[in-house]
């Protein structure tokens, strides 16, 4: 087997690899700053995104109460400097010759498997069975590029080339009229960098205050805008359409600081302080979270962003200390939750694009690696313990850890076993055929059922006046899709008739029907239901 070393995945690539990092870091820049068409709060100092989007709003309606916590370890964590394969010692000391945790430094696990005591603050949820591992995840031909990454795991799609999230694909099917609709609070709330797992094929829309008081303001003194009385015209209607948006984000800002203030801390949380020569106040966004949890906002989905595990260099002056605060601030998450009898209803998972070289380099890091474990947390867990094969490190020729879990697959487990999406639509949700869910990783209470419309539109065609809109019928039933203005004004009816099970497409021609650039929603009702997307036509 050939491997090949790609170009931007170690500091040795120069020029490449600080591109790598432009375009990565730029990113998110832009849309943490709003100008991506998204924005951010500040609670208490910590950067929140407070997401509107339709997809993130269906769980809010959802008659689960069960919680869903990610935490991005943004950079590509070290995993084997994470869980550490003891059994095979020997190879990883020779292998890592100064970045290894020492052996008398390491808390052992059991399974020939161990972390470093920095993280011992874990090792309660993992004695009382509330801390599961799963090794090797991944996907097949990681290319080792920041945001190629990042946007394989958001969107779910193996080419990078999906603009939307599969969670946010999900969330819209579950709230399918959120645009005319929105819901009255916000159901879903990323702490830190901004990132595609909430992305629709309709949006997002946040917005930027400085602090706790200055969303007080806002909740308070913000204006509830009349949509009554609107000039009766194109303008009338987008103003309408505007004002309407407006009142939804004063709710929810309104929403969160009422949250956030009926919500306390309890005594026995030891949040860590604030880590100063990174500037990182993870333990700050946990204990946000758990307040915001505690004061019932009804928020189902939570992303939190830990920055700096990029490690090429110095490792062991930065990692240690990351995987200290990690470790000491889900500590006190749980026990925060647990004080208030909430800590079985919340599963906190992480993420990362992707993992380390098994094989220090020359710097005393690790470059940009391929599988990596992921950490689940809490009472959700079914037992704790680890699941898949252990790390096989002994091939001095393997560069990577290979992988043995697509993370589809840890994705499909975790909408059907913890969000409670049926099993008939998963497929649909992430983009691909012939998942297969992990048995025993999640111990959670579903009972859902799926008989709504899958909706979406494709306008990836030579001619750019087509645009495909394509729906999926659970049962035979009348049809009615129409174009409608911004503002939610009916503009012509495309489809009104009985179509049958399964999966329909229409093609609508801009020219032909004489319409002009610009932005509209599609609406299809069926069933008595309406379900609204945003599309543009060029």
Not at 188 to 207: L, M
Request: with cysteine.
């Amino acid at each position: 087997m050939i491997f090949q070393h790609k170009k931007g995945k170690s500091l040795n690539n120069g020029e490449a690899h600080q591109q790598a990092h432009k375009a990565w870091s730029r990113r998110n820049f832009l849309s943490t700053m709003g100008l991506a068409g998204t924005g951010s709060l500040l609670l208490a100092g910590s950067s929140v995104k407070a997401f509107t989007s339709p997809l993130s709003s269906a769980l809010n309606n959802s008659s689960s109460d069960q919680i869903l916590v990610l935490i991005r370890l943004g950079g590509g964590n070290d995993s084997l400097n994470t869980i550490i394969p003891t059994y095979q010692y020997n190879h990883y000391n020779a292998r890592r010759p100064n970045i290894a945790i020492p052996e008398s430094d390491i808390v052992d696990l059991g399974e020939g498997m161990g972390m470093p005591n920095t993280m011992e603050s874990l090792l309660p949820l993992w004695q009382n069975g509330n801390m599961k591992v799963i090794h090797n995840v991944g996907y097949a031909n990681q290319n080792h590029s920041h945001f190629h990454s990042q946007k394989i795991w958001a969107s779910s799609d193996l080419s990078g080339a999906e603009g939307s999230g599969w969670m946010g694909r999900y969330l819209e099917n579950e709230f399918p009229d959120y645009l005319l609709n929105p819901p009255d609070s916000p159901p879903a709330i990323q702490v830190g960098a901004a990132n595609h797992i909430f992305n629709s094929s309709s949006g997002d829309a946040s917005f930027v205050v400085n602090d706790i008081s200055q969303l007080e303001q806002i909740g308070n003194s913000g204006e509830a805008f009349d949509l009554s009385n609107l000039p009766p015209c194109l303008y009338g209607e987008e103003l309408g359409f505007v004002r309407s948006m407006t009142n939804a984000t004063m709710s929810y800002s309104e929403a969160i600081y009422s949250a956030y203030n009926e919500g306390t801390t309890a005594p026995s949380a030891n949040y860590p302080e604030e880590v100063p020569w990174f500037n990182q106040f993870m333990g700050e966004k946990m204990k946000l979270v758990a307040r915001l949890i505690k004061g019932n906002i009804g928020t189902k989905v939570f992303m939190i962003d830990m920055p700096f595990f990029d490690t090429h260099e110095t490792q062991s002056g930065i990692h240690p200390y990351l995987m200290e605060d990690l470790a000491k601030s889900i500590s006190a998450f749980y026990d925060d939750l647990a004080a208030s009898n909430m800590d079985q209803k919340v599963l906190t998972m992480t993420l990362s694009e992707f993992g380390r070289e098994i094989d220090e380099n020359g710097s005393n890091g690790t470059d940009h690696g391929a599988a990596a474990s992921m950490l689940l947390f809490g009472g959700a867990v079914n037992g704790g313990g680890f699941v898949g094969t252990q790390p096989d490190i002994s091939d001095p020729n393997l560069p990577d850890l290979p992988y043995e879990f697509d993370f589809r697959n840890i994705y499909a487990t975790i909408l059907q076993d913890w969000l409670c999406v049926d099993s008939n639509i998963i497929d649909n949700m992430l983009l691909s055929q012939g998942l297969n869910p992990i048995s025993s990783i999640i111990n959670g209470s579903c009972a859902a059922s799926f008989s709504g419309v899958l909706l979406a539109h494709n306008t990836q065609k030579e001619n750019q006046h087509l645009i495909d809109i394509k729906y999926v019928m659970p049962n035979t039933a009348n049809v009615k899709i129409e174009l409608l203005s911004a503002s939610g004004q009916a503009i012509m009816t495309m489809v009104d008739t009985q179509k049958s099970a399964g999966t329909h497409v229409f093609t609508l021609d801009k020219q032909a029907q004489n319409i002009s650039s610009g932005d509209y929603l599609y609406r299809l009702q069926t069933n008595g239901q309406s379900y609204i997307r945003k599309v543009q036509l060029f």
